[in-house]
């Protein structure tokens, strides 16, 4: 049965703990209260996102479609030489292997596209549009993808993953002592940003792709939150569209950026949704407020906003009459409440 909005709010528990401080910390600051905003709307993780926004922006003033402008903004990110995080210059696994992840999600039809492991291809955002559109699939990994990715005429650089990853695995074996934890240090954390841009256009029509190298040092094979559906990215045509950046293993546990779309489709502002979804994450988790994720939104109505857990969580907006980078509000652990639920 469907909630009302009312009902969900006061189950959510949102009314006593959130509300107050929803309105007070969070009042829609970075979206504005104004029940619609500015189309096309382009909005991203990270100021690296700007970039990737105007160019998204300038593909739909082209007359481009809604894929075009997300592939194409986030191609612009997946070939800066520069980025530790998204593309082939992206910090490598713990065999000295870049192996990427990506998706992409059309509101138009709910279809979406994927691959996680990817070696090689230098865009992989493009591979994700082909596996959406060329296969009956969702997503494909590892070799199987590398090799759809060039059947499909991407393109590609080679790879030596076989022999370095068996090189690490022979060197793990023969010093167990080097076990990876499950708690990544700090440093690692902060080389863990993806690009997840998410764009509405005039029509009020949806779409969203997302990109990352993930975690530097990762065990050759991890894959992360984004390029799984729910998780890094998510789309839903008739209410708006999420995406996360930040430590995957915490969001994909929750479907995240599922869930922030679900709080919009109770009513919530995107930037609410976003707050009560990091609310409701550290409330559930055995790690509390210690989470490092972050989500940015937009709704049907062109609204937008961000939250993430650390101070530092910035993202990029674009419309005709703006282009900038934005401070999301940084949870604290007060913001939150008591959290660490599942602690025992
Ligand atoms: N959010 C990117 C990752 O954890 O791989």
């Known amino acids: 049965m469907l909630l009302s909005r009312r009902h969900f709010i006061l189950r959510a528990g949102v009314a006593a703990a959130g509300a107050g401080s929803l309105s007070s910390g969070f009042s829609a600051q970075t979206g504005g209260a104004s029940k619609t905003g500015d189309k096309p709307l382009l909005a991203s993780t990270w100021p690296f996102g700007k970039p990737a926004n105007e160019k998204a922006l300038e593909v739909l003033s082209g007359g481009g479609s809604l894929l075009d402008a997300v592939e194409q903004g986030i191609r612009v990110v997946e070939s800066d030489v520069a980025n530790q995080s998204v593309g082939l210059s992206g910090i490598p696994?713990?065999?000295?292997?870049?192996?990427?992840?990506?998706?992409?999600?059309?509101?138009?039809?709910?279809?979406?596209?994927?691959?996680?492991?990817?070696?090689?291809?230098p865009h992989p955002i493009s591979a994700a549009?082909?596996?959406?559109?060329?296969?009956?699939?969702?997503?494909?990994?590892?070799?199987?993808?590398?090799?759809?990715a060039i059947e499909q005429g991407l393109e590609s650089v080679p790879v030596e993953s076989a022999q370095k990853h068996a090189a690490w695995w022979a060197e793990r074996a023969r010093e167990r002592s080097k076990a990876v934890k499950p708690n990544p240090p700090?440093?690692?954390?902060?080389?863990?940003?993806?690009i997840a841009l998410l764009a509405l256009d005039r029509d009020g029509n949806l779409a969203g792709g997302c990109s990352t190298s993930g975690w530097g040092g990762k065990i050759p094979g991890r894959v992360g939150d984004s390029p799984i559906i729910g998780s890094g990215l998510y789309v839903?045509?008739?209410?708006?569209?999420?995406?996360?950046?930040?430590?995957?293993?915490?969001?994909?546990?929750?479907?995240?950026?599922?869930?922030?779309?679900e709080y919009m489709r109770q009513g919530l502002h995107p930037e609410e949704a976003c707050v009560?979804?990091?609310?409701?994450?550290?409330?559930?988790?055995?790690?509390?407020?210690?989470?490092?994720?972050?989500?940015?939104?937009i709704d049907k109505q062109g609204r937008f906003g961000a939250a993430g857990t650390g101070q530092g969580f910035q993202f990029s907006i674009t419309t005709p009459a703006r282009s900038e980078v934005l401070q999301s509000p940084g949870l604290t652990k007060a913001d939150v409440g008591p959290v660490g639920g599942n602690r025992k």
């Open 93 to 121: 696994d713990a065999a000295g292997i870049v192996q990427l992840d990506s998706c992409i999600m059309s509101g138009p039809g709910h279809r979406a596209g994927s691959v996680a492991s990817i070696e090689g291809i």
């Open 129 to 148: 549009r082909r596996v959406m559109e060329q296969t009956p699939h969702v997503m494909l990994v590892g070799d199987g993808a590398r090799q759809f």
């Open 186 to 194: 700090k440093d690692i954390r902060e080389n863990h940003d993806t």
């Open 236 to 261: 839903d045509n008739e209410i708006g569209a999420a995406g996360a950046t930040g430590l995957g293993e915490n969001v994909m546990r929750y479907c995240g950026s599922f869930l922030v779309v």
């Open 276 to 297: 009560e979804t990091i609310r409701r994450i550290a409330r559930l988790d055995p790690k509390g407020f210690d989470l490092s994720i972050n989500f940015v939104a």
